[in-house]
T-cell receptor, first 114, second 112 residues
Framework: DGGITQSPKYLFRKEGQNVTLSCEQN?????MYWYRQDPGQGLRLIYY???????QKGDIAEGYSVSREKKESFPLTVTSAQKNPTAFYLC?????????????FGPGTRLTVT | LAKTTQPISMDSYEGQEVNITCSHN???????ITWYQQFPSQGPRFIIQ???TKVTNEVASLFIPADRKSSTLSLPRVSLSDTAVYYC?????????????FGRGTSLIVHP
């Protein structure tokens, strides 16, 4: 089955530690995105990538970093510079063709930093 | 990027039709309108997309008036499982990249 996987589903870290969230897709999509969602809020864009080896900052990129070495993978690192990292993180992918508007989301990773 | 305005919350009962309206006064000529559904602790799921008039699929209908400054998502005969947050997105192209913007959405609660 085609889809997006994120791991782990729940993640706990201590303050000051960097943590990397995994996102893999087998939909052959060129575009991939990372969003952050806080309770009762919409999704805010962290980073996006339209093609391998290229990515752009979204609205709230400070304290985060990404890489796009393979088409299928777009890992997100939450660094110790992120002031309030506890949140629900969602990865998405989409085609850059005619159905570009339809994003496919993973199940999300809930990160708790104490 | 076009800004959207939706009601924060709505209540309905099983079997009723639900209409959620989204305002997007500064929609651009080539912007499409897209709706997503999100259940708690899950990623959003695409529902429907349209440009003008009416679009219908197996899940919902989307009504877009001629001036395209608003759109209405219609869910026929809702059930308890339709309780979710519904997001309206408009446009999203910036510098050649599609960058959709999710607002706070409309929280729909369906009662027995």
């Amino acid at each position: 089955d085609g889809g997006i996987t994120q791991s782990p589903k729940y993640l706990f870290r201590k303050e000051g530690q960097n943590v990397t969230l995994s996102c893999e897709q087998n939909l052959n999509h060129d575009a991939m995105y990372w969003y952050r969602q806080d309770p009762g809020q919409g999704l805010r864009l962290i980073y996006y990538s339209q093609i391998v080896n290229d990515f752009q900052k979204g609205d709230i990129a400070e304290g985060y970093s990404v890489s796009r070495e393979k088409k299928e993978s777009f890992p997100l690192t939450v660094t110790s510079a992120q002031k309030n990292p506890t949140a629900f993180y969602l990865c998405a992918s989409s085609s850059t063709g005619g159905d570009y508007y339809e994003q496919y989301f993973g199940p999300g990773t809930r990160l708790t930093v104490t | 990027l076009a800004k959207t305005t939706q009601p924060i919350s709505m209540d309905s009962y099983e079997g009723q039709e639900v209409n959620i309206t989204c305002s997007h006064n500064n929609i651009a000529t080539n912007d499409y309108i897209t709706w997503y559904q999100q259940f708690p602790s899950q990623g959003p799921r695409f529902i429907i997309q349209g440009y003008k008039t009416k679009v219908t699929n197996e899940v919902a209908s989307l009504f877009i008036p001629a001036d395209r400054k608003s759109s209405t998502l219609s869910l026929p005969r809702v059930s308890l499982s339709d309780t979710a947050v519904y997001y309206c997105l408009v446009g999203g192209f910036s510098g050649g990249s599609y960058i959709p913007t999710f607002g706070r959405g409309t929280s729909l609660i369906v009662h027995p």
